[in-house]
């Protein structure tokens, strides 16, 4: 197994209380009262299970890095008591762009490493890649955010500023689904 | 199953007879008589079997990805009776770095893409990703490369080129395979 393996399972138990499931743009996924997230393959029935692996940078550059590293903060902080989980895809001319184009288009037009810079560190993030799996997804990215209470409207501010970028046009399937730790 | 899905499966049966297989670096594979091609999960016994996803480019841009298309050609021509596998595995060093330094060092130091230019359209090529996929993998990449006898020597200097730049001085894995089809 992929040690960077990891799964997302709606079904009737977990970590987490699921207290909305919205489809964004395209499908949604079925409502479930829990999530479980597991290092690896699931192991347990579930209403649904959604797979995808950490993986290397794929536009972040040196300089950026080193401003989110230097602020950045760990997932599973006891204040963390709310999370997101957001899964998207992405259509197939965003894919069908070169390296620099999409780039291009992901921060010298839409400033999103510097929008998620700003909430940072009140909001915690871990990106996980599904496209390149052997079994087909439904998504190509599934992003996991952990934050108190008191930064959820930050968070809500973080979705809109994302949202409302030039890379967005390139979303063809997007849901959110907010949480509660147990 | 992703459709993006191959498995280059080593054993008794298979499209191209396999003439040698040579440990660049690290490890080797097991000798196998032949080497079975499957687009999806291998159907029939094996004695190794490899898997990996084309996908998105990851370094090409749009200037190079012009001159690529303009004169690449694809697998399968039936002059194309010689092939080789080529499957690397980067080590920790190379993952770690930001998507910046790493296309530093596979072009503006190693020119990888212009290298590979030259040598269009006699040596046909596909790239292969497994380093992402839930089931851990031996290599990070697999290429598979097709040419006319007449172009042996053209691909022997190939991968004399690539093997002497700075970026092969990330690759902690490389096996060769030289094949005939059947």
Chains 1, 2 share one sequence.
């Not at 230097?70 to 992405?90: D, E, M, N």
């Not at 008191?150 to 949480?179: C, I, K, N, Q």
Request: aromatic share 10%.
């Amino acid at each position: 197994m992929n040690e960077r393996l990891w799964s997302f399972s709606g079904g009737d138990h977990g970590q987490w209380r699921v207290t909305s499931v919205t489809a964004i743009t395209g499908a949604s996924l079925a409502m479930a009262s829990q999530l479980d997230i597991i290092n690896g393959a699931p192991i347990r029935p579930f209403v649904w299970s959604l797979q995808g692996v950490t993986s290397n940078e794929r536009y972040v550059q040196q300089d950026e890095k080193q401003k989110l590293v230097a602020v950045q903060q760990g997932l599973g902080r006891a204040s963390s008591t709310q999370a997101a989980l957001i899964p998207i895809r992405k259509n197939a001319a965003w894919w069908a762009f070169t390296q620099d184009e999409r780039r291009d288009i992901l921060e010298a037009k839409s400033r999103h490493i510097e929008i998620g810079l700003r909430y940072l560190p009140p909001i915690a993030r871990r990106l996980h890649h599904c496209r390149d799996l052997a079994t087909a997804q439904p998504y190509d990215f599934l992003t996991w955010f952990e934050f108190a209470p008191e930064h959820a409207t930050a968070f809500d501010d973080l979705l809109g500023a994302l949202r409302s970028t030039p890379e967005w046009a390139y979303v063809e399937r997007e849901t959110e689904l907010r949480l509660q730790r147990n």
